[in-house]
C-alpha cells in the first residue's frame, strides 16, 4: 500500500495493490483524523512514486504529483472536492527516474539522487501549470543509507526545528535540524538525534 500526504490540509492519498487511489479528507481531529474514504479512480498501478506538495499554486487546496515507469513526472492540480480531488494530469517532464526516492515537502518535493544528495524542488505558485517546480536546489548530502525519509509541516524552518525523520537499513529512526537564511536558502544542518528503534516494522513514514 502507498501513500503520500497532500499537504496544508493534513488529508491522505492511499494506493492499493489493485493500483486504486482512495482520498481520505482530514477532520483536524487526532481521534478521528480522516473521514470515511473516496475512491479518485483506478490505474494508479502505473506509477512509482505519488507525493504531495502541499498548497503549491496558493489556492487553499493540495496538489499531487506522480513519477511513471518510465520516469516521466505528472502534475494533478486539486480541486477542493473531496468527491474528485485532482484534476486531469499534465505532464511536467522526463528523466524523473534518475532519483532513488521522492518526498512529500511543504509546498514542494525533495528527490534523492543515487549518490544519497537530496534536492528540493519548491513549488512554482506563478508558473504554468505544466511547470508547477522551482529549479533544484541542493538540500543536503549523505543521505544514501535512509529508506525512508518524510518531512514536517509549518515548522517554521528555525534551527531549533526537527525538520526531517529518517529510516535507516537497521530501523533507526533519526531527526535531522532544519536551516534557514535571509537570502531563501533552505537545507539541513547535519546536525541529527536518534528518536527510535524498530520502524522497519513499517512500510511508509509520511
Not at 67 to 77: E, S, T
Request: proline content about 5%; glycine content about 18%; cysteine-free.
Amino acid at each position: 500500500m502507498g501513500s503520500a500526504s497532500t499537504g496544508v490540509g493534513h488529508d491522505l492519498v492511499a494506493r492499493d495493490n489493485a493500483g486504486q487511489l482512495w482520498f481520505y479528507q482530514g477532520t483536524g481531529q487526532p481521534g478521528t483524523p480522516f473521514k470515511p474514504r473516496t475512491l479518485v479512480g483506478g490505474g494508479w498501478g502505473q506509477y512509482t512514486a505519488i507525493v504531495g506538495m502541499g498548497d503549491s499554486r496558493t489556492d487553499r487546496v493540495n496538489d499531487l504529483l506522480a513519477r511513471d515507469r518510465d520516469g516521466v513526472l505528472w502534475f494533478y492540480r486539486g480541486t477542493g472536492d473531496p468527491a474528485r480531488p485532482f484534476k486531469t494530469r499534465v505532464r511536467v517532464g522526463g528523466g524523473w527516474n534518475k532519483f532513488t526516492s521522492l518526498t512529500s515537502f511543504p509546498n514542494g518535493i525533495v528527490a534523492k539522487d543515487a549518490a544519497g544528495v537530496l534536492w528540493l524542488y519548491a513549488a512554482n505558485p506563478a508558473g504554468e501549470v505544466a511547470a508547477p517546480l522551482k529549479a533544484p536546489q541542493k538540500f543536503g548530502v549523505g543521505f544514501g543509507t535512509y529508506g525512508a525519509l518524510a518531512f514536517g509541516d509549518d515548522l517554521g524552518w528555525s534551527p531549533e526545528g526537527r525538520e526531517l525523520v529518517a529510516r535507516d537499513a537497521s530501523g533507526n529512526l533519526w531527526a535531522y535540524e532544519g536551516s534557514y537564511t535571509y537570502s531563501g536558502k533552505r537545507g539541513l544542518t547535519g546536525n541529527r538525534t536518534q528518536i527510535g528503534t524498530g520502524w522497519n516494522i513499517y512500510n511508509t513514514l509520511i
